[in-house]
Structure formats: C-alpha cells, structure tokens
C-alpha cells in the first residue's frame, strides 16, 4: 500500500494507532468541544431541579440545614471551638468548600459507569465530562456563596468577623484548586472502578472519612500537636480550606510550605488522572 | 498546475487502514473485584491453585481470545459511498466501532482525514426531560458540532424532522416516530465530511425513509461527503453505494463493485441442516405437557432446505406419545429472516394415537412465499369440541428453510420484503379493455 500522506490535510486529519501513549492527552480536541462542555454543564444543572417541588431552592436549603445540624452536633454537643468566629457562618463557609470539592469527587467516580450507553454509541473527547461537572459544581458554589455572603455581610456590620476583602480574588484559585484535585482524585477512581467495580462501594464511604480528616467541622487550630495535626497537615485539601476561611472569614492557618505542596499535589494529582482516564477510555468498552 | 490540483484532491483519501486487528477475550471479562483478583494474585504466589478458576474449567480456554477483525486494509476516497456486508460476526460493527473511535485497535493504525460522523443509534444522547430543541443542541455538540453551527441549522433541522412546534416540549412526550424523525435530522446535518452509519435508515414511516435515504445519497454524491454504510438489505446498498466490501471472519473477502459484492454476499449464507434433533433448548417458551413429545424432524429428498417458489417441502417428525391422543393436529407458524411473522400452516387431525413412538409425515406447501429465508416454529396440539387449544409441545425452530425466486423470472423484480410483506396472494387478472374492443 502507499505511504504517501493526504494531499490536502483535513484540520481534523486524525491518525489512530494500536500504540498507546500515556501522555497523548489530545486536549486541543477537548478545546475544540468546548461548546459541548458548555452544553453538559446546563444539563446537569437544568436536570437536577427539574421536577422537584422546591427547585433551585434546595440549593440553599441544602448547606443551610447541613450548617444547623453541624453547629448542633459539633457546636453544641461536642464543643469544639470555631476561632471566635460565629458558628452557623463558621460551619456555612466550611460546608460551601468542602462539599464544592467532594462533589467534584463523588460524580466523577462514577463517569465511566454512569456513561457507558453513551460512550459505546458516539465519540467525544471523555474529559468533557468530568470538567464540566466541575463546572457546573463551580456554579453551585457561587450561588450558595451569594447565601453566605449576605450572611456574612450581616456579621461583619455588628463586627463579629473580620473578612479580608482584600484577598478575595484569589477565591477562584482556590476553587480552580479544589477542582482539578477534586476531578482527578475522581477520574482515577473511576478509571479504576471500570475493572474494580467494589471501589465504587468505598468512594462516599472514603470521602466521607476524608471530610473528617480535613479541617472542616473543625479549624485546624484546634487539633493538638502530634501525629493527627501533621496527618490534616499532609492533606493537600487543609490548605486551600483553611485559606479560604482566612479570606473569608479572617480566621485560619496558612503554612505557605503546605500550601505550595497542595498545589504540587493537584497539579500531579490532575495530569495523572487525565493520562489513566485517556489510557483506559480507549478500550474500557470492551471489559464492561 | 490548478488542474493538478483538483487531481490530486480527487484522488484523496477520506480514510485509510492498515493491517488492523482487533482481539477481544472470550468467556467473562473485566468487571472483577478486587477481592478475586488478590486472591487469584496471591495463590499465585504460593504455586497453588487459583480458587476463582471455574470446577472442570479448561486451562488453556483462559485467556483465549477472538479476532474480530483479523488484518484489515481499507482505502476509502473522498466522495465515495461505500457499502460494507458480512454475516453476523464478521466484524462489522467492530470496524465501525473503531472508525468512529469508540474501541481503540489491537493491532494495525488507521488514518481519517476530516470529522466523522457516527451514527450507530440515532438519539445517542437524548434527554426525556429536555426539550427538542435542548436535545438538538446537546446531540449536536456530542456529534461533533459548535454551538454557532447548530444555531444555523436549527430551522432546516426542525422541517426536516416534521417536528414542528413541538421542538420546546420535552421529547418524552414524543411519539416514538416522532423521536426517531428529529434524532436522524441532527444526524442528517451534520458537517462532518465522512458519515458513518450502520442501519440506522431502517426508522420512521416509509416516506420518511424514503427522504433519509435521499438526503444520504445526496449527502455522497451532491456534497462530496464520504459514507459508510453497513447494513443487511441488499436494496439499499445497491441504491446507496457505488462501492461494496465484503467482510467474512474479521477479513475483507471482496472489495469493488456493488453487484458482484452482494452476489458474493448471498453466495456464503450457511448452509442449512435438513436433520433437526429436538433438545430442551429447542423449547425456550415453555413447558408443556409433552403428552407428545416431538425429537426430530427430516427434510426428505432434499441435500439442502432451499425450495422453489410454490414447491413443497416434505417433512418427516419423530415423536412419541405418553397416552392415548385423539385428534392430533400440527401448526408451523413462519417467521421471516428479519423477524416478522408470516402466517401459519394448520394440518388436518390424526384421528387417534396410541402411546409410543410415532413417525408422521406432513408435506408443507409453499404456495404464495417469496423468496428469502424463513423459520418455522412447529407446534402440536389438540382442540376439544368446545374449541379450546390444548399444546402437546412446541418446538422453534423446527426447521429453517430458504425458498429461492424462480427462474423463469415470474415476477420480474426482486421481491421488496420491506416494503411489500412476504407473501405473494394471488395475481390479478388483467385485460387492456380497448384493446379488447378493438
């Protein structure tokens, strides 16, 4: 057969081969669906409060009961101390992070399975999935954060917190943080789950472990120094957690050396995800 | 030098495999837990024997594997419409499966010169919950389309599918046709200059196949798109496509011109058995009262089940009866090749059988079945005079037969199965009345 190329190369001109390399991430063409990201990101948002009574209402009725009950259980009954800073706010600001970022988990854990009807039908770029449930978890916060802030705003006119306003610009960092981490923990996982399937038993069960291994119905200030401290201190999500408290709330332990491993941990944590995702995309319809 | 050019962009090609391979493991795949796969990892380790081998497992059938498609080489040129056929198992649907991205090969590379457009299911996609134009948008960008493209096509997109102004109701109150119509129009418009689509024309009322089916051919030959097509019906290829492979066991045995591609085709259907053993697989639907067991069926004086139009097909069955029966009757119920029913055959009653083993002779008639494969379900059952059906037993299939057109070219035309049912009723009589009183 000849091996001469076309002559006119089609911009989407494609070669596919056997050999897999870990590090073709092919993200010009994620780029290039960029609309279709757009479109999954008002799905799942359109999706989830279609057909429900209280609709978008949950959105905020969700962290606020959350936030009740933690001040209760944590606050009142356990007694452990919030840093001066009132603890329905407290417990609101640590609620919106976390559960920005154990969602970015949680759904992406499950992309593989929760899609195979429509990956064995039609190609996409599969990352589009998972970077738009960030996005759209993304959305979800801002709103939420609206709730807080009114709240907040509330609290800082009668003097009780102290927020740095200053800083708040570096809020999307930390959720850009808290994102990535959170969609590549999830895309190993379910990369690993499409052979594995009982590792999707452990994720909420794991996570949920991890929300208490993060300073967050807690400040880190409150954990005696030893092994437990050096352990939340070796969680790459303390940092960003911590740091946003500080901005928001003017209360928080901010270890730069920490900080910069975090992020050393989410760049890493995301590239490898992305490079098992894309390895297993390519044949793991053939093993579910 | 503009006339090269054009040459060259002519002789372009729209797709290219080399020496494609693609192997699947047989038996249970994937989807283990981790639990097994350490223990089977640790047994290993100690020399012993794995726990999770199957008892009166086979060794050497772990691990073993199927081509499904076995060294494939494939040019295809921009503008051509080409066909691709093969038995069930020949590696269609791989092909397909690998040229539109979803399954990544195990040997061998392949090149696609431009976007690709898979429709192996229409649909793909689709949200009950959000509306019909919510859908196009979301179908379209999986399909590989921007949000500005769609937004431009969304008009021609709606009158195509005959939707109308149900495009803002959420398609769950769609009807099932009307589901399908918009589904393929998403598909029907895409940009993509290479299409590939594997029966998917089979949707919608006649007329709507009908418009598909242009808008295809109007796709290769009007547009320059390159279309591959997989599909049974020999009708469309022949009207889609002006070239044809034919795929047999993961292999092009065939690649040119579209005739001899489906003569080759129809040329390598299995060959049928004339001796049928009953077993309980034969009864999946059911247990009946077996009062006569049917064993076996032979069809005599024939090397091959393939009849005539009109012919007969003489059968001989083996059966044993647990008692005494009174009026005994048999039915064959045909079906098909593409799954639709056909009508039924009734036999007169044997009087009366005593308890034993029988041997029955019964001479079916194929009076009015056009050509094509058909399998009978053969039931035996008896009726009191109140005329209630009592089944003896029922077997499908009983035998599968083909029935061949005649050559003596009675009807001129191959018989259209889709579109004019399978049966041949009687012919019309005809005169040209002013010839007549002339």
Redesign the interface.
């Known amino acids: 057969m000849n091996e001469y190329p076309p002559t006119i190369k089609s911009p989407y001109y494609k070669r596919i081969s056997s050999e897999r390399r870990w590090t073709d991430l092919r993200l010009r063409e994620v780029w290039r669906y960029r609309d279709l990201i757009l479109l999954f990101t008002k799905r799942s948002f359109v999706l989830a409060y279609k057909q429900t009574i209280l609709g978008p209402i949950w959105l905020f009725l969700n962290p606020f009961l959350t936030s009740i009950m933690y001040s209760i259980v944590f606050g009142r009954i356990a007694g452990i101390g919030t840093d001066g800073v009132p603890r329905l706010l407290f417990y609101l600001s640590s609620t919106a992070i976390w559960t920005f970022f154990a969602s970015c988990v949680n759904s992406n854990a499950y992309t593989f399975t929760a899609n195979a009807g429509l990956f064995g039908k039609v190609y996409f770029p599969r990352l589009t999935i998972p970077i738009s449930q960030v996005l759209a978890f993304m959305i979800r916060f801002a709103i939420q954060a609206s709730m807080v802030l009114v709240i907040l705003l509330c609290y800082t006119v009668k003097g009780a917190v102290h927020p740095r306003f200053g800083l708040w610009i570096g809020i999307p960092l930390i959720l850009l943080q808290l994102g990535a981490m959170g969609m590549g923990v999830g895309i190993i996982i379910s990369s690993m789950t499409t052979k594995y399937r009982d590792l999707s038993i452990l994720v909420s069960f794991g996570v949920q472990l991890w929300m208490y291994g993060t300073p967050v119905v807690y400040p880190l200030s409150q954990l005696p120094a030893g092994w437990m401290h050096t352990a939340a201190l070796v969680n790459p999500v303390t940092m960003p957690v911590e740091l946003f408290r500080y901005m928001v709330l003017g209360q928080g332990t901010v270890l730069p050396g920490y900080l910069v491993w975090s992020w050393i941990f989410t760049i890493a944590v995301t590239i490898l995800g992305m490079m098992i995702f894309t390895y297993v995309e390519k044949t793991f319809l053939d093993t579910v | 030098m503009e006339e090269h050019r054009i040459n ?2 002519e ?3 729209a797709v290219r495999i ?1 020496g494609l ?1 693609k192997k ?2 047989l038996g249970q ?7 097994e ?1 350490l223990k089977s990892w640790w047994a290993r380790v100690r020399g012993r024997e794995d726990p999770n081998t199957k008892i009166g497992e086979q060794r050497r059938l772990v691990g073993e594997t199927f081509m499904a498609l076995n060294g494939v ?1 494939l ?1 295809v040129r921009q503008g051509e419409a080409l066909g691709i056929i093969g038995k069930n198992g020949a590696g269609k649907s791989t092909l397909l ?2 040229l ?17 457009a ?1 429709m ?2 229409v649909g ?2 689709f ?1 009950g ?2 509306t019909g134009r ?1 859908n196009v ?2 179908n379209g ?7 500005a493209e769609i937004d431009r096509k969304m008009q021609d997109i709606i009158d195509f599918s005959e939707v109308g102004d149900f495009i803002d109701t959420p398609v769950k109150r769609y009807s099932s046709g009307m589901f399908v119509k918009l589904a393929f129009s998403v598909a029907a418009h895409l940009d993509s ?1 290479i299409m590939i689509m594997d029966e998917v024309l089979a949707v919608g009322d006649v007329d709507f196949q009908k418009k598909c089916l242009n808008k295809m051919r109007e796709a290769a030959s009007v547009n320059g798109r390159t279309v591959l097509y997989v599909s049974h019906n020999m009708n469309t290829i022949r009207r889609l496509c002006d070239r044809c492979i034919v795929l047999d066991a993961g292999r092009i045995i065939f690649d040119g011109n579209v005739d001899q591609a489906v003569a080759i085709y129809m040329g390598m259907k299995d060959k049928l058995s004339t001796d049928y053993t009953f077993t309980e697989a034969s009864r999946p639907y059911g247990r009946f009262s077996r009062l006569l067991s049917m064993e076996a069926l032979k069809a005599l004086e024939v090397d091959e089940p393939i009849y005539p139009e009109g012919g007969t097909i003489p059968i001989r069955i083996r059966c044993t009866a647990a008692q005494s029966l009174q009026k005994v009757r048999f039915r064959m119920e045909l079906w098909y090749q593409d799954g639709t029913k056909v009508g039924s055959m009734l036999s007169d009653a044997i009087e009366r059988m005593e308890p034993g083993e029988h041997t029955v002779l019964m001479r079916m008639k194929l009076h009015g079945l056009t050509a094509g494969q058909y399998s009978a379900d053969l039931v035996s059952y008896t009726a009191d005079e109140n005329g209630v059906e009592e089944i003896l037993d029922g077997v499908y299939p009983g035998l599968i037969f083909n029935v061949r057109q005649r050559s003596d070219g009675d009807h001129h035309v191959e018989w259209s199965h889709q579109y004019w049912g399978h049966i041949r009723l009687t012919d019309m009589d005809i005169t040209l009345e002013d010839a007549a009183r002339a």
């Open positions: 060259s962009n002789m372009d090609f080399r391979k699947y493991r795949i994937g989807g283990a837990t981790l639990q796969e080489d040019e499966k690998i539109s991205q979803i399954t990544a090969p195990t040997e061998g590379e392949l090149e696609i010169n431009g976007r690709v898979s192996l299911e793909t996609g949200h919950k959000m919510e948008y979301l960008a999986i399909l590989g389309m921007t949000r200059e």
